[in-house]
């Protein structure tokens, strides 16, 4: 059964569906989350959250891509749990993220929370859109499946500190970017 088929069985409420959805996807949105959350707890808990989203949200949405669907759900409830377990302390993974976006998103409020408003989403996506594929590759797997450096020089084949700058120059390039469009 491919995506398209799963999509259409979900929103027939057929719930052998959301099992395949669990099969197929729970190694990458256990990931998302263990990247967000680093307590195997929160992220047993935030799994079955995540399925539970998909299933209460098909209908009404009909996703075109379910793996970026999903993955934005667990993405999302991850970063609730992460606010809601560090309301009174501060954490680094996903501070770090964050202190490393801040200074690109023009307005200087939550990149996160900036990005689920439409308008910047869409210009974000084109900035993304306009990176060389390994590039691009090397964004979204660091700002949305939120892995650590560490993991993309292992993956690229490139030490840690090329990883950082790459990074570091692609921020510097999504700030000019934002701020030509503002």
């Known amino acids: 059964m491919d ?9 027939a409420g057929e719930e ?3 099992d395949r959805v669990a099969e197929r996807y729970a190694r990458l949105y256990r990931s ?3 990247q967000t959350l680093n307590n195997e707890s929160d992220v047993e808990e935030c799994a079955n959250d995540c399925l539970l989203a998909v299933w209460n949200s098909i209908p009404p949405n009909r996703p075109e891509d379910l793996c970026a669907y999903v993955c934005k759900i667990a993405r999302r409830i991850g970063i609730n749990r992460y606010r809601h377990n ?3 302390k501060r954490g680094e993974g996903y501070t770090l993220l964050l202190s490393e976006l801040e ?3 023009p307005d200087g409020s939550d990149p996160f929370a ?6 910047l989403s869409r210009r974000l996506s084109d900035f993304v859109r306009s990176l060389d594929p390994e590039t691009e590759s090397m964004f979204v797997r660091r700002y949305f499946y939120m892995e650590t450096v560490s993991e993309l020089a292992a993956a690229f084949a490139m030490t840690e500190n090329a990883v950082s700058a790459r990074l570091w120059r692609v921020r510097r ?3 000019r970017f934002l701020g030509k469009e503002t």
């Open 114 to 119: 900036s990005v689920e408003d439409g308008e």
């Open 103 to 105: 200074d690109a998103i």
């Open 32 to 34: 998302i989350l263990r």
């Open 173 to 175: 390039k999504l700030k």
């Open 86 to 88: 560090t309301r009174q």
């Open 3 to 11: 995506d398209k088929q799963l999509v259409d069985a979900l929103y």
């Open 16 to 18: 052998a569906a959301l």
